[in-house]
């Protein structure tokens, strides 16, 4: 088993591990690799099959209430109310999130519309040109057959 970062970095790493548990705290927004890898020696034939359950929890359904309340002595009620505490802040800060990222995809919205209208102007100026450059190409190209006047 091996967890790795979008860098690169190795966060854990066990081999043989037939099973486990495994947690990790960060502040960064990050994607995470986890690689399950098996081997087998040489000569041995067919692989056996083997089922590989995996449970990732993040953010507040992560933390064991339970220990936190042995730990600092909390009766129930308090535990519920940390929970939710973590809970709500947890829910400001996904809004906050989404509200950054709806700021950046409205900038990047604006900025295509911009693009479109400079290209459609462009577009139609040199459909402009165009048309008016063949008339006069035309109108000689008549006078000198003598076809119009």
């Not at 089922?51 to 730990?71: C, F, R, S």
């Not at 519920?80 to 950054?100: G, P, T």
Request: aromatic share 12%.
């Amino acid at each position: 088993l091996q967890i790795t970062d979008s860098a690169g970095h190795i966060l854990y790493a066990k081999e043989d591990a037939t099973k486990g548990k495994f947690a990790f705290t960060t502040e960064d927004y990050d994607m995470f690799e986890a690689c399950f890898e098996s081997k087998l020696p040489v000569g041995t034939g067919r692989m056996p099959d083997q089922l590989v359950t995996l449970d990732m929890k993040h953010g507040v359904e992560a933390k064991n209430y339970e220990e936190i309340a042995k730990v600092e002595k909390l009766k129930p009620l308090e535990v519920e109310l940390r929970r939710l505490e973590d809970l709500s802040e947890s829910i400001v800060n996904d809004f906050a999130y989404m509200k950054k990222r709806e700021e950046e995809m409205r900038d990047t919205n604006e900025s295509t519309n911009t693009r479109v209208l400079y290209f459609s102007v462009f577009s139609m100026c040199c459909l402009i040109g165009l048309a008016t450059w063949q008339v006069f190409y035309l109108r000689r190209f008549f006078k000198a057959k003598k076809l119009i006047e």
